[in-house]
Nanobody, 124 residues
Framework: QAPLVESGGGLVQTGGSLRLSCVVS????????MAWFRQGPGKGREFVATISGNGFRIAYADAVTGRFTISRDNANSTVSLQMNSLKPEDTAVYYCAGRKYLLTSTNPSDYDYWGQGTQVTVSS
């Protein structure tokens, strides 16, 4: 079983909302800092949001601050990303990532586990 499985992507109009979910399994589950990254067409992988293992520390990329909200439900082993006021520049494949440590990081190289990605497309 893959350690991280994302869902919730799709096509939405500018200004719309989507909620991404990531089910966490195995050793990635307890105490792991989690994050969302994205990769747009012709771009590198970009940090979006991160949350610590206990949920107390959260950070966002400037481009999504005030529009996106990351949360986690450790009881159900799920990490979510609520995306509001979506813009065409948010179009990307969104990836859930986990690391072996409690503390957050914005660097994709610090993450040990990755999901397969889910496509988000925002039409203008």
């Amino acid at each position: 079983q893959a350690p991280l499985v994302e869902s919730g992507g799709g096509l939405v109009q500018t200004g719309g909302s989507l909620r991404l979910s990531c089910v966490v399994s195995g050793r990635t589950r307890s105490g792991s800092a989690m994050a969302w990254f994205r990769q747009g067409p012709g771009k590198g992988r970009e940090f979006v949001a991160t949350i610590s293992g206990n949920g107390f520390r959260i950070a966002y990329a400037d481009a999504v601050t005030g529009r996106f909200t990351i949360s986690r439900d450790n009881a159900n082993s799920t990490v979510s990303l609520q995306m509001n006021s979506l813009k065409p520049e948010d179009t990307a494949v969104y990836y859930c990532a986990g690391r072996k440590y409690l503390l957050t990081s914005t660097n994709p190289s610090d993450y040990d586990y990755w999901g397969q990605g889910t496509q988000v497309t925002v039409s203008s």
